[in-house]
């Protein structure tokens, strides 16, 4: 079967189609991703009615050049996978309202994707056969979510802790804009701090103590500005070693808390797989750190993280998400869901 996905979730447009037999016999024939950031970059973050626009101007040249790029024509796809949320309101029904539309228009029917989820599979995406062991801990970690999901023997999905303010992706954005070092952030204060000391300035850890598995990042962001105005007391402007130091230290506050939390979770819940995606999760610092104590805390356990390509928001795990589960709506009764939870069962 192929099977179209379609992803505007949020600042990328994305379509890709994928010849599916079974979870570890498909190939991913195209995913194209039209990104946005330049046209957001100015506003230090996503605009939703300027993403909104772009993908209704996207939509369907990504369709045509996601079906020539897979040699293969729309009488041959068999469903069409749609990102439902969460996500930007606007965007999101962009992309909706296009599938819609599709659907009427070649009768093919519709799988509604969480597009959380679909992170979660992008960790094993296009890996020979990677072998998942349940109870499984995934550690979501993106521009707008930061979530410990634990994936029980039965394969249900739960939200086991989640931010209560600033996801881990929104730190970065919002730090970077402290220090004017534009967006998005998180590869540009990633990139500073390979020059910096991780040690430089004690930034807090914010619930890092605290017995749950929740997060909060925003105490970090307000102390990296306390901070920074304290030093421009004395200067104008900080050199670069300062803005190195600063991004390394406020790097190693979201590292150690992040990768505390998700040991702590595994241990408690006896996880024997960590699946971690989202943007975020291509962060050399992040993967070195969780791979460094699931080694030595938890030695045995399992670590995934996707393939570069599938880092950020992109259309292959939505259609992956939709061949394992294909249940598909009707046209008329697909609605998006900005505020989408994470439910059901995880399909592999």
């Keep these: 079967m192929y099977i179209l996905g379609i992803e505007t979730s949020c600042d990328e447009t994305a379509i890709s189609v994928l010849e599916f037999s079974s979870k570890t016999k498909y190939k991913i024939l195209s995913n194209v991703v039209s990104s946005q950031v330049a046209i957001h970059a100015p506003f230090g973050g996503v605009v939703p009615s300027l993403a909104a626009r772009e993908h209704e101007k996207n939509l369907p040249v990504c369709f045509a050049q996601a079906l020539k790029k897979a040699k293969v024509g729309i009488d041959k796809i068999g469903a069409i996978a749609i990102t439902v949320g969460p996500g930007l309101s606007p965007a999101l029904w962009r992309g909706v309202r296009f599938a819609q539309e599709l659907s009427r228009s070649t009768k093919l029917p519709l799988v509604p994707v969480n597009h959380v989820e679909a992170h979660i599979y992008s960790a094993i995406?296009?890996?020979k056969n990677p072998e998942v062991l349940f109870p499984a801990m995934a550690l979501i970690v993106s521009g707008g979510h930061t979530q410990l999901v634990l994936i029980d023997e039965k394969k249900n999905m739960k939200i086991i802790g989640e931010t209560r303010d600033d996801a881990a992706g929104e730190a970065f954005d919002k730090i970077a804009k402290i220090l004017g070092l534009g967006y998005p952030g998180g590869p540009i204060v990633s990139r500073a701090a390979k020059k910096?000391?991780?040690d430089a300035i004690a930034f807090p850890r914010p619930m890092i103590h605290l017995k749950n598995f929740?997060?909060?990042f925003s105490g970090l962001k307000t102390s990296v500005l306390y901070t920074l105005q304290d030093l421009h007391k004395d200067k104008n402007e900080l050199s670069q070693k300062e803005i190195a130091d600063f991004c390394a230290s406020a790097q190693e506050a979201i590292v150690e808390?992040?990768?505390v939390k998700t040991i702590?979770?595994?241990?408690h819940y006896g996880a024997r797989t960590l699946l971690v995606g989202g943007g975020v999760s291509a962060n050399?610092?992040?993967q070195s750190s969780l791979k460094k104590s699931v080694k030595k805390e938890l030695p045995g356990m399992r670590v995934f993280f996707p393939k570069k390509e599938f880092y950020t928001d992109n259309a292959a795990p939505i259609a992956y998400n939709a061949a394992l589960h294909l249940r598909s709506v009707s046209a008329e009764t697909i609605e998006a869901n900005p505020n989408m939870r994470i439910?059901?069962?995880f399909y592999y």
């Design 343 to 345: 439910a059901g069962k």
């Design 196 to 198: 910096g000391k991780k």
């Design 214 to 216: 929740d997060f909060s």
């Design 125 to 127: 995406l296009n890996k």
């Design 264 to 267: 702590k979770a595994m241990r």
């Design 284 to 286: 050399t610092a992040l």
């Design 257 to 259: 808390v992040l990768t």
